[in-house]
C-alpha cells in the first residue's frame, strides 16, 4: 500500500522494478560524468577514472534496457526512485561542486555499496523467484562496479599522477583557505592594534578598553568576510568558494583582534590592572606576528626571518601610532 503517494518495495511489478534500476544506472552515470568534468581541469588522472565509472553505468543501462524491450518493450513506467519507499537517494548534484576529488572517490563507493546492499536486501524480502534473481543480478553488477572502480584507479592513478594531484590539491586548500585565513589574521592582529591601544592609554580603564577592541575585532571580521566573498567569486581565479573564503578570511580577523583584546578583561579593581593587561596584550601580540610570520614560510615560501621582519615592522608601527594617538 502507498504512504504518503510512495509504493512499498512489495507493491512493485518486476516490469517496475527493472524500470527503477535503469533509472537508477542513468542518474549514477549522470553524477560520475559531473565528477569527471569538475576534475578535468586540475585531477586529470582522476576525471578519467570517473569518466569511465560513468561509461560503465551507461553500458550497463543499456544491457537493462535491452533486457526491458525484450520482456515488456520500449516505454518505461514513469516511476522515480523517490517515488519508492526506503529507495536509495542520493545527494543532489549541486552539494558536490565543491568535493575534491579523494571526497569524490569515496562518495562514489558509497553509491555502489548502498546500490548494491539495497539489492540485496531487496532480495530477501520477496517471494517472487523471477524478482528475488532480478535483484540478486542488479547487487552483483553493483559490486561489479566497485572492483572496476578499483581496477580504473590502479589503471590511472600512476605515481606521476598522484603527485600532481597531491600538489593541485595543496595549492587549491592554499587559495582557499590559507590565503584568506592569513589576510584575516594580519588584518586583525595589525590594525586593531591602533584603536585598542589608543582607547588604552586613553582611558587607562581596561573593561573600555576590552569594548573597544571588541568592537574593532567584530566589525573588521564582518567587513573582511564580506570584502573577500565579493571581491573574487573564484570562477576565473579558481580559487574556490566566494563565501567559504569569506567566512574564513572573517573568523580569523575577528580572531586575530580578539587575542590581544581579552588581556583587557582582567578586572580594573586588580592592583596595576591597566599595566598588568598592557604587558599581556604586548605579549600575545608578539606571539601573533610570529604565528603570522611561521604561516607564510610554511605556505608561501617567504624566508621565515623576512617575514618576521616585515610583520614587526608593520605592527609596530600600528602600535606606536595607537600608543602616540591615545596620549595625546
Not at 576590552?210 to 575585532?217: C, N
Amino acid at each position: 500500500m502507498a504512504i504518503f503517494g510512495q509504493k512499498a518495495l512489495s507493491d512493485l511489478t518486476e516490469r517496475e522494478v527493472l524500470a527503477l534500476a535503469i533509472v537508477n544506472e542513468e542518474e549514477d552515470s549522470r553524477i560520475y560524468q559531473l565528477f569527471s568534468e569538475k576534475c578535468e581541469a586540475e585531477f586529470p588522472a582522476s576525471a578519467k577514472i570517473f569518466a569511465d565509472m560513468a561509461e560503465e553505468e551507461r553500458e550497463h543501462r543499456a544491457s537493462l534496457f535491452d533486457l526491458f524491450r525484450v520482456r515488456f518493450g520500449e516505454h518505461l513506467p514513469p516511476i522515480r526512485r523517490e517515488d519508492v519507499r526506503g529507495f536509495i537517494t542520493r545527494r543532489p548534484v549541486w552539494w558536490t561542486k565543491n568535493l575534491g576529488p579523494e571526497r569524490m572517490r569515496e562518495e562514489a563507493a558509497i553509491m555502489e555499496m548502498q546500490a548494491a546492499n539495497f539489492y540485496e536486501k531487496a532480495a530477501t524480502q520477496t517471494l517472487d523467484t523471477r524478482i528475488r534473481e532480478l535483484f540478486l543480478h542488479l547487487a552483483e553488477i553493483e559490486r561489479g562496479h566497485r572492483k572496476k572502480a578499483d581496477t580504473l584507479a590502479e589503471a590511472h592513478m600512476t605515481d606521476t599522477a598522484r603527485s600532481e594531484e597531491d600538489a593541485a590539491r595543496h595549492r587549491q586548500f592554499v587559495l582557499t583557505y590559507v590565503q584568506p585565513g592569513l589576510a584575516g589574521l594580519i588584518d586583525g592582529s595589525v590594525s586593531t592594534l591602533a584603536p585598542l591601544f589608543a582607547a588604552a592609554f586613553a582611558t587607562q580603564n581596561n573593561w573600555y578598553t576590552f569594548l573597544v577592541g571588541l568592537a574593532a575585532s567584530v566589525g573588521a571580521g564582518i567587513s573582511m568576510g564580506i570584502t573577500e566573498a565579493m571581491s573574487d567569486d573564484g570562477i576565473i581565479s579558481g580559487r574556490g568558494s566566494p563565501w567559504l573564503r569569506g567566512v574564513v578570511c572573517g573568523l580569523m580577523t575577528t580572531l586575530g583582534g580578539v587575542g590581544h583584546t581579552l588581556p583587557y578583561l582582567v578586572p580594573d579593581s586588580m592592583p596595576n590592572a591597566f599595566h598588568l593587561a598592557t604587558g599581556i596584550a604586548g605579549a600575545i601580540v608578539a606571539i601573533e606576528l610570529i604565528v603570522i610570520a611561521w604561516i607564510r614560510t610554511k605556505y608561501m615560501d617567504t624566508p621565515f626571518l623576512r617575514s618576521v621582519f616585515q610583520v614587526i615592522v608593520g605592527g609596530a608601527l600600528v602600535l606606536l601610532a595607537g600608543i602616540y594617538i591615545g596620549s595625546h
